[in-house]
């Protein structure tokens, strides 16, 4: 993921373990683990994971199993409060960043400004968690927000293999240049696209940040019918 629009990270590293995390920690909700940052919170993590085996989620948690045995960096899983293999909606965002990795979950749970922007977008463009899921062109996490052409290429390869276990995705959601770029063209499939909701472009861009619910409110339009 370049630096000018990230994936589900900020720039900031996770607070995991240290003390700022130990502080965030005391403010976890016990009722609701579905807000803004949840997963900054070690109970709710973990009872995350024990929801990775639930039947809409498993296939999918076995094929990022599948791509954590290629070696290629750190895979976070998908979010089970996600609609999993019942999912209409695709978002693909660009990489995971360490804030993901350090949760191990791709979500708008996830304690950083751009997850918790996405949290709010979502809401604002009356999208339910089980409409959608949310992936990376990318899946891998190796140290750096670059991608490189093999990298891209190789992304694309498995998000093929993705698609094969979400046989209801109407939409694709390409969040951010380097999704656009690298997202295949399936036919019947309606591809939307969209600004990145991270902090650099909210400070750089932040009018086009600001029409980010719009343009996701138009997924919605094509699930509804």
Same mark, same amino acid.
């Given at each position: ?9 900020? *720039?900031?590293? #996770? @607070? ?40 809409? %989620? !498993? ?15 750190? @895979? #976070? ?11 209409? *909606? ?7 960043? #360490? ?25 604002? !463009? ?7 899921? *949310?992936?990376? !062109? ?14 891209? &290429? ?30 295949? $063209?399936?036919?019947? %499939?309606?591809? %939307? ?5 991270? #902090? ?7 009018? $086009?940040?600001?029409? %980010?619910? $719009? ?8 699930? &509804?019918?």
């Amino acid at each position: 993921m370049e630096a000018n629009e990230g994936g589900f990270h900020d *720039i900031i590293p #996770p @607070v995991f373990g240290t003390l700022a995390g130990q502080v965030a920690m005391a403010d976890c909700a016990i009722d609701d683990d579905d807000y803004p940052g949840s997963l900054g919170c070690a109970d709710v993590r973990d009872r995350r994971r024990g929801m990775l085996e639930e039947p809409r %989620i !498993a296939p999918l948690t076995k094929y990022a199993q599948a791509l954590r045995r290629m070696g290629r960096g750190e @895979v #976070p899983d998908f979010d089970p409060l996600d609609g999993g293999v019942e999912a209409q *909606i695709l978002f693909l965002l660009e990489k995971p960043g #360490p804030v993901a990795a350090g949760s191990g979950f791709i979500s708008r749970n996830n304690d950083d400004p751009t997850a918790k922007a996405t949290f709010n977008f979502m809401d604002k !463009a009356r999208l339910k968690p089980s409409e959608y899921v *949310i992936w990376n !062109a990318v899946p891998w996490w190796n140290g750096t927000r670059r991608i490189r052409p093999a990298e891209r &290429e190789a992304g694309a390869e498995q998000l093929r293999e993705l698609l094969k276990l979400l046989p209801g995705v109407r939409v694709f959601v390409l969040v951010g240049r380097k999704a656009q770029q690298a997202a295949p $063209k399936v036919k019947g %499939i309606k591809v %939307i696209e969209s600004y990145h909701p991270s #902090p650099i472009v909210r400070a750089r861009y932040p009018d $086009k940040w600001r029409s %980010i619910p $719009k343009i996701w409110e138009e997924a919605k339009s094509y699930i &509804e019918g």
